[in-house]
Structure formats: C-alpha cells, structure tokens
C-alpha cells in the first residue's frame, strides 16, 4: 500500500472519528437543554426499519429518532437527528446537519401513555411528516432565515376533525415563538434552529393562504396576544 493510500485511510478514519464525537455530543447537548424544559424519557422514539432503507428521505446522519418531553401541562415531541453531522464531513464540513430541528407542543393528556404508542398518535404523524419533508427539502434552514415564520399543508392526516378543512386540507403554522422553549440551540458546529408547529383551524389556514407571508406573521402575532402562542390546543376557537 502505497503513502498516499495509507494517508487518505487515516484521513477518513480521523473524519469518522469526528463525525461520531460531533453526533454523540449533539444528541448529549439537544437532551440536556430538553431536560431543562420538562421530563425527557430515557428512550427514544425510532423505526425497527429506517425508511430510508425504504425510499425515504436520508437525514444528516441516518439516524431517525424523535423524543419526548413531558411539562406539567403539555407535551412536547421534538425531531432528534436533523441536526446531526453529515456522514460525510468533506461534502458539507462543519455543518450540524440540516440545522434545525422541530416540535410540536399539545394538551393531549393521551401524549403521557406508554412510549410505545406514541408513534400512533396524530401529533406524532404531523411531527414525523414534516421532519421527512426536512430531510428531503435541499435547505430548508434558508426559508426560515429568510421568513421567521412559514406554513405547510398536509393531507390525510388523523388530526382532530375541527382542524381539517372540507377539502381535506390541514394547515400548520411554524416558527410561532414560545415563551419557554428558545429558538435556537447551540450545538458542537453551529447553533440550529428549533421550530415549533402549531395547527390551523380551516379559517386560518384560508388567511394565510389569501395573505401569503404578512398574514403568517399577523397570526404568529395573534397566537402571541392570545396566549396561546405555539401550543396546540385540541380543543380551541378560531383566531380569524
């Protein structure tokens, strides 16, 4: 084996190294600010089988997981891998992944069951559906520096009724600042962004649909006002 080849296998092996000490004190960091907010479970939620083995989109580094936090009156279900380092450092070095992460904080007292049927329930599906469009999304991270606040649709989801349009239409606010949880996370890299998703009722989705990016902020700013700021209530009033 020649010098060169010896030299390019210690690199990459230095670079594996890397990314591994990166992943872990991503995962460390991400779960100790959590525990700052409420009760984060000692396991993760995760797939038998990643999707991605499957045709679905890759994240940074393969691994899909998500968690739970438990607060005194709501639970949180946060992405936990978007933000991790890329598997291969020389494409894209010194980037924490995608760089953001996101969240979903609702009033279901169903969300403090076993673990093990977390991944069934309707917050967890619009959570993972939209960490998946993430992954596939080139840079979403743009969109949010560009826009604090953004909106998605979605179809066929099993949220409450009152949230669905009669097109089947499911609308949901993200970037809508909490008074609890921050903004961004400083990570091994870089800081990230975390993003919170907030269900729309049918008229609020049509605002922002009508109003494009000023009526996405005058709502964030309503749900401000309101109080009910980023959390999903499975049970409230239109704002619009």
């Known amino acids: ?31 100790v600010y959590w525990n700052t ?18 045709g679905g989109p890759a994240w940074p580094s393969g691994r899909q997981t998500f968690i739970r ?21 020389e494409e894209k070095s010194q980037r924490q992944g995608k760089g953001l992460e996101f969240y979903i904080e609702c009033d279901d007292e169903s969300l403090r069951g076993p673990l093990s049927d977390i ?8 959570l993972y559906q939209m960490s998946q469009n993430a992954a596939a ?4 991270l743009e ?11 979605f179809t066929d989801l099993d949220v409450p009724p009152h949230f ?31 993003i919170s998703m907030k269900l729309l009722t049918p008229n609020e989705l049509d605002y922002v649909r009508e109003q494009g990016a000023q009526g996405r902020r005058q709502l964030a700013e ?10 999903t209530m499975t049970k409230r009033e239109s704002l619009i």
């Open 164 to 194: 669905v349009n009669k097109n089947g239409d499911i609308g949901v606010l993200l970037g809508v600042q909490s008074p609890s949880v921050s903004t961004s996370l400083s990570l091994p890299y870089e800081s990230i962004k975390l």
């Open 119 to 126: 991944q069934d329930h309707w917050a967890f599906d619009l």
């Open 222 to 231: 309503t749900f401000q006002l309101s109080k009910s700021y980023h959390i």
């Open 37 to 54: 907010i409420g009760h984060v479970d000692g396991d993760v939620l995760t797939h038998l089988l990643n999707p991605m083995f499957f």
């Open 69 to 89: 936090v438990q607060k005194t009156e709501t639970v949180i279900l946060a992405s936990d891998g978007l933000s991790h380092p890329f598997q291969l450092p």
């Open 1 to 31: 084996m020649g010098y060169l080849s010896l030299f390019l296998k210690w690199k990459q092996k230095k670079q594996e190294k890397e990314v591994e000490r990166v992943l872990w004190e991503s995962i460390s960091k991400r779960k």
């Open 143 to 153: 969109l949010f520096m560009k826009h604090d606040v953004l909106s998605i649709e």
């Open 137 to 140: 999304h080139p840079n979403m």
